[in-house]
Antibody
């Protein structure tokens, strides 16, 4: 059974960098035809896709965030990373990592439980 | 970006009712449409993928339909655990986008 677990600071100051880790168990981040993503959700609001990364390391980012986002994989630790620079209070949200099969015919079938990140001084 | 519009935004119903939620895409997305249920304080869970395929382990009271730009999610007989928020999601092209959500409440 695949499990995903997000971790990282729960509080980040405005203009600083948000850094999160997603630890994957029960499967490998570097094998299989998978696409790993970060998705966020402000309290009481909808879901926003931040970006995704293939097992090859190729990335896609949401254009609305593209200049500030970096995603990467650490195959030795079986982890997925998110870095979001120059954050603002509006980016306070629950951040999820999630997995889907490559291709348009698939949805996100495994999700982490989510981690709340508050952006505040 | 492909915009996803769900209707209604909220819906009141009773246990045992049949309900349908619709999702419209701003561009053609074939059947690259997924549905999720999100209970309060929990991560979304995949119900339907590829517009009409039931995810493993999901009860058969959930069904999906549609293609192109118009899609539906139907729950044939509501159970207490179904009172939650539902999201559609297009996986046709990046950036992936979600509908704004439909909150299903107990009447």
């Amino acid at each position: 059974q695949v499990q995903l677990q997000e971790s990282g600071p729960g509080l980040v100051k405005p203009s600083q960098t948000l850094s999160l880790t997603c630890t994957v168990s029960g499967g490998s981040v570097s094998s299989g035809n998978y696409y790993w993503s970060w998705i966020r959700q402000p309290a009481g609001k909808g879901l926003e896709w931040i970006g995704g990364i293939y097992t090859s390391g190729i990335t896609n980012y949401n254009p609305s965030l593209k200049s500030r986002v970096t995603m990467s994989l650490d195959t030795s630790e079986n982890q997925l990373y998110l870095e979001l620079r120059s954050v603002t209070a509006a980016e306070t949200a629950v951040y999820y990592c999630a997995r889907k099969f490559v291709g348009g015919d698939y949805g996100f079938d495994y999700w982490g439980q989510g981690t709340l990140v508050t952006v505040s001084s | 970006d492909i915009q996803m519009t769900q209707s209604p935004s909220s819906l009141s119903a009773s246990v045992g009712d049949r309900v349908t939620i619709t999702c419209r895409a701003s561009h053609y997305i074939i059947t690259n449409l997924n549905w999720y249920r999100q209970k309060p304080g929990r991560a979304p869970e995949l119900l339907i993928f590829a517009a009409s395929s039931l995810q493993s382990g999901v009860p058969s009271r959930f069904s999906g339909g549609g293609s192109g730009t118009d899609f539906t999610l139907t729950i044939s007989s509501l159970q207490p655990e179904d009172f939650a928020t539902y999201y559609c999601h297009q996986a046709y092209s990046v950036p992936y986008t979600f509908g704004q959500g439909t909150k299903l409440e107990i009447k």
